[in-house]
């Protein structure tokens, strides 16, 4: 079954630090692959997204994700996390065939936190 | 101004009534979704519908039923057949397409059973 695990609950970091979240997926074809950012309270603002082409996949906010197939992972990095970064993030594979075209599965989640 | 817009913001229910949760977007996009968020739970999808006057039931579709009447509107029921009906509601649309796989998320619903 198709799937998305993300490890961590909780990170926490300090601000100026280097983040990286993890993601790894479980799917049969070549996938589709989204990170998106939620504040609490509000509704999930896209970050990036995978479709096919170079696997290195730049952001808006200064995120940045590589596709790694052999390891089936998509993972979020950021240089110098920022104080406003504290969110919850979600990463999503998208089913790309059949009557479930466009679908997203999700994963539970990491909520980040922000040491000044 | 496009986007996509839920109401109302905060919701609450008493134990036996049904609500209803409004989702409209002016994105002219095809498919649009409802998701049920409990803490540490992340989204779990509730109906979908790729078209107008079409929906699929999602993974937790009990107690819960909709209507696609016009391409931008998408309103979900919560009946009193839902037996934790507390939680975050996110609706998204998405346009239709190869490669246009993209969902874009509405503001949200909080639904509060008293």
């Known amino acids: 079954a198709q799937s998305v695990t993300q490890p961590d609950i909780h990170i926490t970091v300090s601000e100026g630090a280097s983040l990286e979240l993890r993601c790894n997926y479980s799917?049969?074809?070549?996938?589709?692959l989204f990170w998106y950012v939620q504040s609490p309270g509000q509704g999930l603002q896209l970050l990036l997204k995978?479709?096919?082409?170079?696997?290195l996949v730049q952001g808006i906010k200064g995120f940045e994700a590589e596709f790694k197939r052999s390891q089936s992972s998509f993972n979020l990095r950021k240089p110098s996390v920022h104080w406003s970064d504290a969110a919850e993030y979600f990463c999503a594979v998208g089913v790309n065939y059949g009557g479930s075209q466009g679908n997203l599965i999700f994963g539970k989640g990491t909520k980040l936190s922000v040491k000044p | 101004d496009g986007g996509i817009t839920q109401s109302p913001k905060y919701l609450f229910r008493k134990e036996g009534q049904n609500v209803t949760l409004s989702c409209e977007q002016n994105?002219?996009?095809?498919?649009m979704y409802w998701y049920r968020q409990d803490p540490g739970q992340g989204l779990r999808l509730i109906y979908y519908?790729?078209?107008?006057?079409?929906?699929q039931k999602g993974d937790i579709a009990e107690g819960y039923s909709v209507s696609r009447e016009k391409k931008e509107s998408f309103p979900l029921t919560v009946t009193s057949a839902q037996k934790n009906p507390t939680a975050f509601y996110l609706c998204?649309?998405?346009?239709?397409?190869?490669?246009?796989?993209?969902?874009?998320f509405g503001p949200g619903t909080r639904l509060t059973v008293l």
């Open positions: 998204a649309s998405k346009e239709s397409g190869y490669g246009r796989d993209t969902q874009y």
């Open positions: 519908s790729q078209i107008v006057n079409d929906f």
């Open positions: 799917y049969g074809a070549t996938p589709y």
């Open positions: 995978y479709f096919s082409g170079d696997t």
């Open positions: 994105l002219n996009h095809d498919a």
